[in-house]
């Protein structure tokens, strides 16, 4: 840090103590301003990246979030159909057993070929409702999910104004430098013009 000595007249008609006086603390004020926006800027930079790092990480984990929903989902619809399968298998098997035994008459055979039928419509509409059920689950919880993803996404957003505010913040340090060297200059001038 460079101090400058004034002459016997001084600096702005301050006298040369006075003068040399004011230069070193305005030089100590502009050094201590410079590191304290150093700093600041430091800081606000840290919480931007911070701030583009969260907001990449809720992406991130809306995606395999997503992902793992939808893999959910089809798992479960591919064993539903199964079980759907399965159940007409059965409603078959019973219906062709039904026709296979002797001895029933034809009215009977025919109602315990409706019930099976009855019983296997009943299953597949269980089966069906559950799938429905599961769909609509599955759209809740992608909702659940983009609702996440959007509210750590404005978090992030709000971090990264929030450091943009306090670097422009910290950009005023300099009028504030400025300031406190005319408040300076101001009070050694009444000093001054006291000894006069």
Do not use: H
């Not at 004034?6 to 600096?11: D, H, I, K, N, Y």
């Not at 104004?161 to 504030?176: E, K, L, M, V, W």
């Not at 406190?180 to 009070?187: L, N, P, R, W």
């Amino acid at each position: 840090m460079c101090v400058f000595a004034a002459g016997a007249t001084g600096l702005f008609g301050l006298g040369a103590s006075a003068s040399n006086a004011f230069l070193a603390n305005l030089g100590l004020q502009g050094f201590t301003t410079r590191q304290q926006n150093r700093r600041a800027q430091k800081a606000a930079d840290y919480q931007y990246e911070a701030a583009a790092r969260s907001a990449e990480s809720a992406e991130r984990a809306f995606a395999q979030q997503q992902e793992g929903l939808a893999a959910n989902l089809k798992e479960t619809r591919a064993a539903k159909a199964q079980e759907r399968l399965e159940a007409t298998l059965q409603g078959q098997q019973a219906r062709g057993a039904i026709a296979a035994t002797e001895g029933l008459s034809g009215r009977t055979a025919s109602l315990l070929a409706m019930d099976a039928g009855r019983q296997q419509a009943n299953l597949r509409n269980s089966i069906n409702q559950t799938m429905k059920s599961a769909s609509g689950q599955y759209r809740r919880n992608a909702l659940g999910l983009l609702a996440q993803r959007d509210s750590r996404r404005n978090s992030a957003i709000d971090m990264q104004n929030q450091a943009y505010a306090t670097a422009r913040q910290n950009s005023s340090g300099i009028f504030d430098f400025l300031g406190a060297g005319v408040q300076s200059y101001t009070g050694l001038v009444g000093t001054n013009i006291g000894k006069v």
